[in-house]
């Protein structure tokens, strides 16, 4: 279940928040469930996906924070490697995807967003 959030307590917590815009990252995000949201004046602005290290904010406005330029320069490796596997998806490879197994597509999902957050670590570490 999500909770209402803010902008602000999305920055207290968390270090890197990475934002993909609306539908931007939908073949993912089918396999994942949003930890929170954010609304404005308007209703609703962004939903947040929590995982080890960082945070990804998708919507109409999502947020975009990293508290050090080493976290921007992981944020912007695991963007960019974010949007490669949305790629993937979208090109239905994968036999979870074609049996429709949320179950085994959530894991899966999961395990590839850690195998990329361990990359990007190492990746700047290594710099």
Sequence with gaps: ???????????????????????????????LSPNAYTCGVYGWRADFYEFAGFTISTGYQPLSYYFSKLNAKRGEFIKKEILKLEKKLEARKYAWQKS????????AINKMIEKIY???????SEQ
């Design 100 to 107: 429709g197994d949320w179950d085994k597509g959530h894991k």
């Design 1 to 31: 279940m999500k909770y209402k959030t803010t902008d602000r307590e999305q920055r207290a917590n968390n270090n890197t928040i990475i934002s993909f815009g609306y539908c931007e990252i939908q073949n993912i995000e089918r396999y």
């Design 118 to 124: 361990l990359n990007a670590v190492k990746k700047t």
